[in-house]
């Protein structure tokens, strides 16, 4: 997919580049698909913010993706690509033979009019096609992948993301994630074939400030900015570097420092991201 710049007529728009939108097709029309989320902008149900730096962003309705895949051996044919502004990957309206309407994320490759199918077992590998994993040949590139049966794809989503298929030791599968950690997953969980579309997004420039304010993003102020009482690092007199090393608000070290708890899935890890 083509990145495009734009002449610079001011001094943001010197350094800002989009994608192209020639490989969309239409416009969200399904209406039974669309809904409007409740716009927290990072507070909790008291109103007080437990997450900075968000705030509503720009209006937009929620597309209402089939992450399940679980219509079993009916056909369906692309009719349509389309934005979807909750995610940086497109998705492909698809429309089964039945006459249900579905949206899915769009696979690298997958076009309108191509076949998409669903089954358990005994698909040909193409892209767009989803099926247990236990019934995926090894080394093939997955997406949308489910951490446990039925509940749907949560894994390797964003745009250009995939995990592989590196093996197999009794009900489970060996995956290589996108973040090269290794790791089993149940092979009764679904999974659909190939990479997610769009993956020049992460080569854009966002150029301006305001890009960021549409998507929801406050502006970040620096610790060292501030005075003493807001964080540890404020204060002195003029520009001073932090005293230790860098801290949150909270005190909580800021680099290298591990806060994840233990979880019973951890047990499925093979080997982690980090060597």
């Given at each position: 997919?083509?990145?495009k710049?734009?002449?610079?007529?001011?001094?943001?728009?010197?350094?800002?580049?989009?994608?192209?939108?020639?490989?969309?097709?239409?416009k969200?029309?399904?209406?039974?698909?669309?809904?409007?989320?409740?716009?927290?902008?990072?507070?909790?149900?008291n109103g007080r913010?437990?997450s900075?730096?968000?705030e509503?962003g720009?209006?937009?309705?929620?597309?209402i993706?089939?992450?399940k895949?679980?219509?079993f051996?009916?056909?369906?044919?692309?009719?349509?690509?389309?934005?979807?502004?909750?995610r940086?990957?497109?998705?492909?309206?698809?429309?089964?033979?039945?006459?249900?309407?579905?949206?899915?994320?769009?696979?690298?490759?997958?076009?309108?009019?191509d076949?998409?199918?669903s089954?358990?077992?005994g698909?040909?590998?193409?892209?767009?096609?989803?099926?247990k994993l236990?019934?995926i040949p090894?080394g093939?590139?997955?997406?949308?992948?489910?951490?446990h049966?039925?509940?749907?794809?949560?894994?390797?989503?964003?745009?250009?993301?995939?995990?592989?298929?590196?093996?197999?030791e009794?009900?489970y599968?060996?995956?290589?994630?996108?973040?090269?950690?290794?790791?089993y997953?149940?092979?009764?969980?679904?999974a659909t074939?190939g990479?997610?579309?769009?993956?020049?997004?992460?080569?854009?420039?966002i150029g301006k400030?305001g890009?960021?304010?549409?998507?929801?993003?406050?502006?970040?102020?620096r610790?060292?900015?501030?005075?003493?009482?807001?964080?540890?690092?404020?204060?002195?007199?003029?520009?001073?570097?932090?005293?230790?090393?860098?801290?949150?608000?909270?005190?909580v070290?800021?680099?290298?420092y591990?806060?994840?708890?233990?979880?019973?899935?951890?047990?499925?890890?093979i080997?982690?991201?980090?060597?």
């Amino acid at each position: 997919m083509a990145i495009k710049t734009y002449k610079p007529y001011t001094p943001s728009r010197r350094f800002m580049s989009n994608l192209s939108s020639n490989d969309i097709t239409s416009k969200a029309n399904v209406r039974r698909l669309l809904m409007k989320l409740p716009v927290s902008a990072g507070r909790n149900n008291n109103g007080r913010i437990t997450s900075r730096h968000k705030e509503g962003g720009a209006k937009k309705l929620y597309r209402i993706i089939d992450f399940k895949r679980n219509k079993f051996n009916i056909e369906g044919w692309v009719r349509a690509i389309e934005y979807d502004p909750y995610r940086n990957s497109r998705i492909a309206l698809v429309v089964y033979k039945d006459g249900d309407k579905r949206y899915i994320i769009q696979p690298s490759g997958l076009k309108v009019g191509d076949l998409v199918l669903s089954a358990e077992s005994g698909l040909d590998i193409k892209v767009g096609f989803a099926m247990k994993l236990k019934n995926i040949p090894i080394g093939t590139i997955v997406h949308n992948i489910e951490m446990h049966p039925k509940a749907g794809g949560v894994l390797a989503r964003s745009a250009g993301s995939y995990a592989q298929i590196m093996g197999r030791e009794g009900k489970y599968t060996i995956l290589r994630m996108p973040s090269s950690e290794m790791r089993y997953i149940l092979g009764e969980c679904m999974a659909t074939i190939g990479i997610v579309g769009n993956e020049d997004f992460s080569n854009i420039s966002i150029g301006k400030a305001g890009r960021n304010r549409h998507r929801g993003i406050r502006p970040q102020t620096r610790g060292s900015a501030m005075n003493p009482v807001d964080h540890p690092h404020g204060g002195g007199e003029g520009k001073t570097g932090s005293s230790g090393h860098p801290v949150s608000p909270w005190g909580v070290p800021a680099k290298g420092y591990k806060t994840r708890r233990k979880k019973s899935s951890d047990k499925l890890i093979i080997s982690r991201r980090n060597k």
